[in-house]
């Protein structure tokens, strides 16, 4: 995701891509791309040359580096999830909101257009009150292209549920409103690459979703129904 996020503010008409910094080949090869100089750590890097810090790095070193990026006064893009436990979500949340600067985690899935049409549709009462919603995300686990082999391991990644369904748990959050109850059940085999979860969230509201999700699958794939009063909509990618 970090050659992904330079690679897009490259293109941004009046962003300015100042550096990357990563201790490791794949860093350098992206800021050679780019002709942007390359750091191997945080401490090389100027406090004045940059207003913003985006946060790409695993998610268990999510916290350490929005702490100094936060002490450093910069505003914060940082990937999802936003971390491996509540506490460490809280104590960023709360040091941005000391540090008087913006903490926005990359929930990519709302702008997506088939994302940001149901959610308006819904809240235009297009298709009446959603009873149940069920949503559905799966690919290959994605291991073979990261770092130390981190998404294998639960106590660094948060498996299928905390990395993948997070989009959906955050869409139907952000569309439904607080949930009240949860069920889940998932299985993985002994690596660890091969995961499949399934989640009933109960919302305030009374509706219903059901979420699946999958290190399982062969090729990515997405798919939602909203069961409303009035109608149904859906979506397969």
Not at 53 to 74: I, N, Q, S
Not at 120 to 142: C, N, T, W, Y
Request: with cysteine; glycine share 8%; net charge neutral.
């Amino acid at each position: 995701m970090g050659s992904t996020h330079a690679r897009a503010y490259h293109r941004i008409e009046g962003a300015t891509l100042v550096g990357v910094v990563d201790p490791f080949e794949k860093g350098r090869a992206v800021a050679a791309a780019l002709n942007v100089p390359h750091y191997e750590s945080v401490q090389d890097v100027d406090p004045s040359s940059f207003d913003v810090v985006d946060v790409c790095v695993p998610t268990f070193l999510h916290r350490e580096y929005v702490e100094w990026a936060a002490r450093m006064g910069k505003n914060i893009l940082c990937e999802k999830p936003i971390a491996l436990t509540l506490d460490d979500a809280l104590a960023m949340k709360r040091i941005c909101d000391e540090s008087g600067v913006r903490l926005m985690i990359g929930h990519c899935v709302r702008f997506f257009p088939e994302y940001e049409l149901a959610k308006r549709k819904i809240e235009q009462d297009e298709i009446g009150h959603v009873a149940v919603a069920r949503l559905f995300r799966g690919g290959g686990h994605p291991a073979t292209t990261t770092w130390n082999d981190w998404y294998a391991n639960r106590r660094l990644s948060g498996g299928v549920m905390v990395d993948l369904m997070i989009h959906d748990f955050d869409f139907l959050r952000w569309t439904f409103g607080p949930v009240t109850r949860v069920f889940a059940k998932s299985i993985r085999d002994e690596s660890n690459r091969l995961g499949l979860a399934l989640v009933t969230l109960r919302f305030r509201n009374g509706t219903i979703a059901h979420v699946e999700g999958s290190w399982a699958h062969q090729g990515f794939g997405t798919r939602y129904e909203f069961a409303g009063s009035k109608g149904l909509l859906a979506h397969n990618s």
